[in-house]
């Protein structure tokens, strides 16, 4: 079936699997998971270089194959994700940012106030801004409007690996903006991506679902197919959902067995 | 004069360049970024900026995260 590629501020994307970088047993494990789940977009921290400076990260990401994004994860204001953003693409990281605004500890719920003011000033200094947000239509299309390339509902909370708790959310977001929806976030394994995709979703964010599973690279092909076969689900148009059976078969041209 | 580099404290002459401090600490530069005192360097000026008693000087690179 033909479809359609993911759009983020004009670069275009055929993969709609994001995957992430962190929690994986071995730098080894991670790029052969990369290589399992297809993605093309791989996100990265930004963090204090150990000193001295040893391996990278970057040993085990083939630059020229991936694109990176750069998240604001541990930024609790604005003004500290806005100079993690201008960190990030002074380290040659690119324009494409992750942007986290964390609100609280605990849940690692985002503050959707500073993320609505951190994704104003970016979009506006060029950066293409993937904002995390909740699962909050109104939100959405708040940041849609402060120049968002896409929205990033929360499934569950980071790391929960809960799937998606609130559908009926998601769809509304999907409704209410025009910018792709990636849920980012709260996904457990496979079935939760294939319900984020099959609601329409233009893509998933993940990261402790694939590195924190028993067979990390097991699970990142497992991702893979999730995601193209909700995605598959959802253009090739579901049926509606009925209480009572409809036979599948033709109810004529049955046998006469009376005696 | 004294800065601090990534929170620790650091013993370093007058008048060191960003550029300087780089290249004493051994720093690969791909993929690396500087903030001084909050303000994020741009690597074309690494060599201009001259670094103050008392400064904080951040320096980063990606790391696994999600």
Not at chain 1, 20 to 27: A, D, E
Not at chain 1, 71 to 83: F, L, P, Q, S, W
Not at chain 2, 44 to 62: F, T
């Amino acid at each position: 079936m033909y479809d359609t590629n993911l759009v983020l501020g004009g670069k275009e994307f055929t993969s709609r699997l994001i995957v992430g970088t962190g929690k994986y047993s071995s730098m080894e494990t991670m790029r052969e998971a990369h290589e399992a789940a297809g993605s093309e977009i791989i996100t990265v921290a930004v963090r204090r270089v150990s000193l001295p400076s040893g391996e990278s990260i970057l040993d085990y990401i083939d630059t020229k194959r991936y694109t990176l994004l750069p998240n604001t994860a541990g930024c609790y204001t604005a003004d500290e994700a806005i100079r993690t953003c201008y960190l990030a693409r002074e380290a040659g990281l690119g324009d494409l940012v992750k942007l986290e605004v964390i609100g609280d500890q605990r849940t690692l719920f985002p503050d959707v106030m500073g993320l609505l003011e951190a994704t104003q000033t970016l979009a506006r200094e060029g950066f293409i801004v993937m904002p995390y947000t909740n699962d909050d239509p109104v939100m959405a299309r708040k940041l849609q409007d402060a120049g968002a390339a896409c929205v990033m509902p929360l499934g569950a909370p980071i790391g929960s690996g809960l799937g998606i708790r609130n559908p009926y959310n998601i769809k509304i977001v999907l409704e209410s903006v025009t910018v792709p929806v990636i849920v980012d976030a709260g996904v457990g394994t496979a079935s939760d991506a294939a319900i984020a995709m099959e609601l329409g979703c233009d893509g998933v964010l993940m990261n402790t679902a694939i590195a924190g599973a028993q067979d990390a690279v097991a699970m990142a092909r497992a991702m893979k197919l999730a995601v193209e076969a909700g995605r598959l689900a959802y253009k090739a148009g579901r049926i509606g959902k009925k209480l009572y059976a409809t036979a599948s078969s033709p109810l004529e041209g049955l046998p006469d067995w009376t005696s | 004069m004294k800065i601090s580099v990534n929170g620790k404290p650091m013993e370093v002459e007058a008048g060191l360049s960003v550029e300087g401090l780089l290249t004493l600490l051994n720093v690969k530069r791909e993929f690396t970024a500087v903030a001084v005192n909050r303000d994020v360097i741009r690597r074309a000026d690494y060599a201009a900026v001259r670094l103050s008693d008392g400064d904080k000087v951040e320096i980063v690179r990606p790391m696994g995260g999600g």
